[in-house]
């Protein structure tokens, strides 16, 4: 079972000074996305999730269109709820994620104010993605186990989605404790591809992190974070 994990094109955070919600993505984020599709053209995969949010929705539509596949939206792909900034000051947006970052770890798992808890992210995310394989034959052997029983070895499924949730997943995947800031611990730049598989190991199966962070299909001025 393999398991390719794309992270969205640059998107619009901002307009005219203001923070966008949900944004789409730049114009370089279009190519970037652009860019992508042409690398994987020739992926052999058997489905592709995507996140709902646009800037996913966006990156995968070209991707897509080369695969010749339909996308499946999964809700748990979402990234970590940001407090409605509703068109607040950059500025200000910055600000808060500043401050958020300075604050001890044991409160950096409550989020930020208006958010979406760290806690209950993971918990989304990690949720998600068991229900999601399982519903495609893989199980964890038991509670908290890095070990899995796998019937459908040969399944490919990729997951177009975000920095955060894609660094939960596969930190999950990979048997590591979570941290708050996940996302900074496994960075993932604009569009590129990170990839597990799994390997046969004490009578189950434990994933391998086959790449991270690839963007070789960018040029040198098309790598953003």
Not at 43 to 61: F, I, W, Y
Not at 62 to 71: F, R, T
């Amino acid at each position: 079972m393999r398991l390719t994990f794309i992270r969205h094109g640059e998107p619009a955070w901002t307009v005219d000074g203001r923070s966008v919600d949900d944004p789409v993505l730049t114009e370089r984020g279009r190519r970037q996305a652009a860019l992508l599709a042409e690398h994987l053209a020739d992926l052999a995969c058997d489905e592709v999730l995507v996140s709902p949010l646009v800037r996913a929705q966006e990156t995968a539509a070209p991707l897509l269109a080369a695969l010749g596949h339909e996308a499946e939206e999964a809700a748990w792909l979402e990234e970590i709820k940001a407090p409605a900034w509703g068109g607040a000051p950059e500025e200000q947006v910055t600000r808060t994620f500043a401050e958020g970052r300075a604050r001890p770890v044991e409160e950096q798992w409550d989020g930020i104010a208006g958010g979406e808890s760290f806690r209950d992210f993971h918990v989304r995310v990690t949720g998600g993605l068991t229900e999601a394989l399982h519903e495609r034959g893989a199980r964890p052997v038991g509670p908290g186990s890095p070990l899995w029983e796998i019937d459908a070895p040969g399944l490919h499924l990729v997951l177009v989605a975000h920095a955060g949730t894609n660094a939960v997943a596969i930190g999950h995947l990979l048997g590591i404790d979570p941290v708050p800031w996940e996302w900074e611990r496994f960075v993932m730049r604009h569009s590129s591809v990170s990839e597990l598989a799994p390997y046969e190991t004490a009578g189950s199966c434990a994933f391998s992190l086959l790449r991270l962070n690839d963007v070789e299909h960018l040029p040198d001025d098309m790598r953003t974070r």
